[in-house]
């Protein structure tokens, strides 16, 4: 069976701090991608950063970045220069074979 | 704006009344989805549409219909509404683009069934 585990329910740093959301997950499919989304206290799903099994290239978007280890099935996210605004939950997501695969989310408060 | 749009944004049911979410998506999308998100928890899946005139179950699907109408929409009904279908749902799409892979979602539907 596949499984995302995000091992962290709750963090909370600083504003401007660095901060990093662990993920680990578990497939036997060689091609797949990983998405972070961020659910803000609005409910809606935000795309944060995509990756693609196939390329060894860690995927960054701005102040976001991921760690991506693939024999060590490990996908974190960095969030530099934290703002306010990236309070949320965060959640880990596998797709393989277009099959949706969700972590149970960390919840991520930026304090002012 | 290009997107998914759920409709209602909220509902209280009481048990034993149907009722049917709906979804549409502007962008072209094959594949739609939906799914349940319960306190605490990722979202799992109900039913999905690969394309038009085709749809299979997911993980979760008891309880549950769904009707993909045209290319744009994917209704979900819920035949006799139960306590335990006190949920937050959410529609999806997904484009193949390899540019742009990936899903957009609706902002969601809070159900509650008393």
């Known amino acids: 069976a596949q499984t995302v585990t995000q091992s962290q329910p709750e963090m909370s740093v600083q504003e401007a701090e660095t901060v990093t959301l662990s993920c680990t997950y578990d497939?036997?499919?060689?091609?797949?991608?990983l998405f972070w989304y961020k659910q803000p206290p609005s409910r809606q799903m935000i795309l944060v950063i995509r990756?693609?099994?196939?390329k060894q290239q860690n995927a960054t978007e701005n102040r976001f970045s991921v760690n991506f280890q693939k024999a060590a099935k490990s996908f974190s996210l960095k969030i530099s220069d934290s703002q306010l605004g990236d309070t949320a939950m965060y959640f880990c997501?596998?797709?393989?074979?277009?099959?949706?695969?969700w972590g149970a989310g960390t919840k991520l408060i930026i304090k002012p | 704006n290009a997107g998914v749009t759920q409709t209602p944004k909220f509902q209280v049911l009481k048990t034993g009344q149907s009722m049917t979410l709906q979804c549409a998506q502007d962008?072209?999308?094959?594949?739609m989805y939906w799914y349940r998100q319960d306190p605490g928890m990722g979202l799992r899946l109900i039913y999905y549409?690969?394309?038009?005139?085709?749809?299979d179950k997911g993980e979760v699907p008891n309880g549950y219909n769904v009707s993909r109408l045209n290319k744009r929409e994917f209704s979900l009904r819920l035949e006799s509404a139960a306590p335990s279908q006190t949920s937050v749902y959410f529609c999806?799409?997904?484009?193949?683009?390899?540019?742009?892979?990936?899903?957009?979602f609706g902002s969601g539907t809070r159900l509650t069934v008393v």
């Open positions: 999806a799409s997904r484009t193949n683009r390899p540019t742009n892979y990936g899903y957009t």
């Open positions: 962008m072209n999308h094959n594949s």
């Open positions: 549409s690969a394309s038009e005139g085709t749809t």
């Open positions: 497939t036997s499919e060689n091609n797949y991608y």
């Open positions: 990756q693609e099994a196939y």
């Open positions: 997501v596998l797709d393989s074979n277009y099959q949706l695969i």
